[in-house]
């Protein structure tokens, strides 16, 4: 961790996994610029570099932009030069072998001044909101390419929470891909963004970042929709040899291999996601209301 980010009673827009998609990076970040959010309130949870192919316009964007971002598996990876992503897949399986081509591709490519900045990155950043402290992550408090699910059992999420500290209300994670927002039985918050670089496996070429807004009594996490110009980013993909599995993904919203989802996950592939926006009063609202029960 490397300090704390006050965004006190203004709104915070988050999004996660670019990977090395410029047009969506691009897209996204207009759209801070026409919502009037700051660059110290536009926070990436990582995996800038991954299945794309401008992992250094990419890189070049976000650093641009001046926005902090939190460093995900691909940038320990690629900052190290690593063999692979440290993406978490198991071994042998069809995102493995897939991941092997996006990651040569990117390694290719990328110069050590880009992996310097990937090294430096903080493997987690603390934002206070509306009175609201929350530790914003990659994967997992405890590991950097750990996927966090909303079917993921609350108690693990709890644990996880509970070691981010006395002082910390919650989580905003990145790694899965698919957003989510879920208020524990405590009250604390795990929320995630989704990825602007991919679709959710929803079934369409949208992809996903969020609004956390301070209101009287709370916070609002509003899950947002963004349209980009995902046909050149998977014509680049086509021109570059990448897989044409994810190629098609960024058209037909749906990933070409499911082996990383929960069954709870898989049985929602192809099904459009739906904006929305979660009301989160705290955990200290949360415990006032178990007192008075």
Not at 57 to 62: F, L
Not at 158 to 186: K, N, R, S, W
Not at 237 to 243: I, S, V
Not at 246 to 257: K, Q
Request: hydrophobic share 40%.
């Amino acid at each position: 961790m490397t300090g704390i980010i006050a965004a006190d009673d203004a709104p915070l827009l988050i999004f996660g996994g670019p990977y090395s998609n410029l047009q969506a990076t691009e897209a996204l970040l207009a759209e801070a610029r026409r919502l009037g959010i700051p660059a110290e309130r536009t926070i990436c949870t990582g995996d800038v570099v991954a299945y794309g192919a401008d992992p250094c316009g990419t890189v070049d964007a976000v650093r641009a932009a001046g926005i902090p971002v939190v460093m995900g598996n691909c940038e320990e990876s690629l900052g190290t030069r690593s063999e692979d992503c440290g993406c978490g897949f198991a071994e042998g399986s069809a995102c493995d072998a897939l991941s092997a081509r996006w990651f040569a591709h990117a390694d290719s490519l990328l110069d050590e001044e880009r992996r310097a900045w990937m090294r430096a990155l903080p493997r987690r950043l603390d934002v206070t909101v509306g009175g609201r402290r929350l530790a914003v992550i990659h994967g997992s408090v405890r590991s950097i390419n750990r996927f966090v699910f909303a079917s993921t059992p609350e108690t693990e999420k709890a644990a996880e929470l509970d070691a981010a500290g006395p002082d910390c209300d919650g989580v905003i994670g990145g790694h899965c891909g698919v957003p989510f927002t879920q208020v524990l039985a405590d009250g604390r918050l795990w929320h995630n963004a989704g990825a602007i670089g991919m679709p959710a496996n929803d079934g369409t070429a949208r992809v996903w970042y969020s609004l956390l807004r301070p209101e009287a009594g709370g916070i609002s996490v509003e899950q947002r929709p963004l349209e980009y110009d995902h046909a050149t980013a998977a014509a680049r993909m086509q021109a570059a040899g990448l897989p044409e599995g994810y190629a098609s993904a960024l058209a037909t919203g749906l990933w070409p291999s499911c082996d990383v989802l929960p069954p709870d996950e898989c049985a929602e592939r192809g099904k459009p996601l739906q904006a929305g926006t979660v009301f989160w009063p705290g955990p200290a609202a949360a415990r006032s209301l178990a007192l008075s029960a």
